[in-house]
C-alpha cells in the first residue's frame, strides 16, 4: 500500500502598506506565499502549486497576485528597511540607536 497526498505551507513574506482594493483604505497589508508540496508516505518531496496573495488586515480581503507582482513588491520592502536594521523610520521620536540620546523618563 502506498500513501500519498498534498500539504500546504503558508509563508509571510512582508507586511506592506497599501491601499486595499476591496475596502479602499490605506491599510497594513500581509504578502503571503503559499506552496503545496506532493507528499509520499507523509514526507513532502516537491512542490507543484505555488500562490501568492495580499490580503489586507483591515477588512480581511484577499487578492491573488502573479509571482512577478510579488517580486516586486518584496524588493520594494527590502529596499525600504535598507540600512535600518530595527524596522522603525529613522527620526522616530524615541528611536535611539545603540543606547544613544536622552530618555525623558529618566530623571
Same mark, same amino acid.
Given at each position: 500500500? $502506498? $500513501?500519498?497526498?498534498?500539504? &500546504?505551507?503558508?509563508?509571510?513574506?512582508? $507586511?506592506?502598506?497599501?491601499?486595499?482594493?476591496?475596502?479602499?483604505?490605506?491599510?497594513?497589508?500581509?504578502?503571503?506565499?503559499?506552496?503545496?508540496?506532493?507528499?509520499?508516505?507523509?514526507?513532502?518531496?516537491?512542490?507543484?502549486?505555488?500562490?501568492?496573495?495580499?490580503?489586507?488586515?483591515?477588512?480581511?480581503? @484577499?487578492?491573488? $497576485?502573479?509571482? @512577478?507582482? /510579488?517580486?516586486?513588491?518584496? /524588493?520594494?520592502?527590502?529596499?525600504?528597511?535598507? &540600512?535600518? =536594521?530595527? &524596522?522603525?523610520?529613522?527620526?522616530?521620536?524615541?528611536?535611539?540607536?545603540?543606547?544613544?540620546?536622552?530618555? =525623558?523618563?529618566?530623571?
Amino acid at each position: 500500500m $502506498i $500513501i500519498f497526498g498534498t500539504r &500546504g505551507y503558508l509563508y509571510q513574506l512582508a $507586511i506592506l502598506t497599501l491601499v486595499c482594493g476591496w475596502c479602499g483604505n490605506p491599510a497594513a497589508h500581509t504578502l503571503r506565499k503559499r506552496v503545496t508540496k506532493f507528499t509520499l508516505f507523509f514526507v513532502p518531496l516537491f512542490p507543484f502549486s505555488t500562490k501568492y496573495a495580499t490580503q489586507c488586515t483591515f477588512c480581511g480581503g @484577499e487578492q491573488q $497576485i502573479p509571482k @512577478e507582482q /510579488a517580486e516586486q513588491l518584496l /524588493a520594494q520592502h527590502a529596499a525600504s528597511q535598507q &540600512g535600518n =536594521p530595527y &524596522g522603525q523610520p529613522q527620526g522616530q521620536p524615541g528611536y535611539a540607536p545603540n543606547g544613544q540620546g536622552q530618555n =525623558p523618563y529618566q530623571s
